[in-house]
Structure formats: C-alpha cells, structure tokens
C-alpha cells in the first residue's frame, strides 16, 4: 500500500521566551501538556542534573517543555495544511493542547499520540490511520520540532502535490 503527506509542520520556540512563560502564575501552559509528557521531560531533565520544583522550573526541564510545545505546533500546522480550504475542525480557542501528545520510545525517539477530540477530528478529517514523523532538536536558546502528516494512498482528502514533482498516486504501481 502506498502513502502520501497530507502536511508537514515546523515550530521553533525560543527557551527563554518560553521559560518566562511556563513560571506565569496560572499560565495557560500548565494545563498544554498530558501527565505523561510532564513525567517524561522530568526524567529526562533529571537525568541531566535538574532539580525543579513545581513553583520554580529548572531550565532543563523548560528546554524539554519547549521541545515539545514546538511538536504540538507542528501538528497542529502540518494537520492545518492537510485541510488547505477547509475551516479548522476545533476552533483555536478550543484546541485542548495536552491531546496532542509528544511521548517518547525506550530509546527517546519521539513521536504524537493524540487523544481527546483531537483524536476524533483527525480521524474525519484525513483519516484514522494518520501517521506522524517527528524530528525534534534544540541548538542553542531555541527548540525546532519538524512533523509530517502521513496518511495511505485513498485515506481521507487528496495528498499535497508538489510543484515539478509527481503526485503519490501517479507513482502508485497497484
């Protein structure tokens, strides 16, 4: 079976920026990441010699946040483009940021699991069997997350065609 990208997205968010941002008392960002994410970018932000508290976050454990606040950006861009034409299935304003979940494997590959009525919108909108890739990177003061949208060949609303390019269907030997 063949495949085709639906979307890509890229995010960068800048650590500083977004540190300030996650200490806010009542800051909306405490309620944009899953209990899994927190647990995960704790450990991580352990592992590397972090000691943060709730009240006072440790700049590691913000680096690892950013990182993923970027990967939900870059869902929500790649979904975007994939419904080029199309109004938002969820209203921005009513986009639950922790159903977009940045989970990593044993080995700290990362990738979207999504939940919630994100989940469901995306199963309508492109298909059930969308896939993510996730390429996540920090340099520096900045985190960068890339994502592809992926769906099979017929999943859902035709795949984005690049100019000079052939479509995914035109090479399709089925």
Do not use: N
Not at 66 to 93: F, H, M, N, Q, T
Not at 137 to 147: E, L, N, Q, T, W
């Amino acid at each position: 079976m063949t495949s085709g990208v639906r979307g890509v997205g890229v995010d960068t968010v800048d650590l500083g920026a977004f540190a300030a941002s996650l200490a806010e008392p009542g800051t909306r960002m405490a309620r944009a990441f899953s209990a899994t994410e927190r647990r995960q970018c704790r450990e991580r932000a352990e592992a590397r010699g972090a000691s943060a508290t709730p009240a006072v976050p440790d700049d590691r454990l913000s680096r690892h946040l950013a990182g993923r606040w970027a990967v939900k950006e870059a869902v929500v861009k790649a979904w975007s483009a994939a419904l080029y034409g199309s109004p938002p299935p969820i209203p921005p304003d009513l986009l639950r940021w922790a159903e977009i979940e940045t989970v990593c494997d044993a080995w700290g590959r990362p990738s979207v699991r999504l939940g919630g009525e994100v989940a469901r919108q995306v199963a309508a909108t492109v298909g059930p069997d969308a896939r993510w890739h996730v390429s996540l990177s920090h340099d520096g003061g900045s985190a960068v997350a890339f994502v592809v949208l992926e769906t099979p060949a017929g999943g859902g609303p035709e795949e984005i065609s690049l100019p000079g390019l052939p479509s995914p269907r035109a090479t399709d030997t089925r």
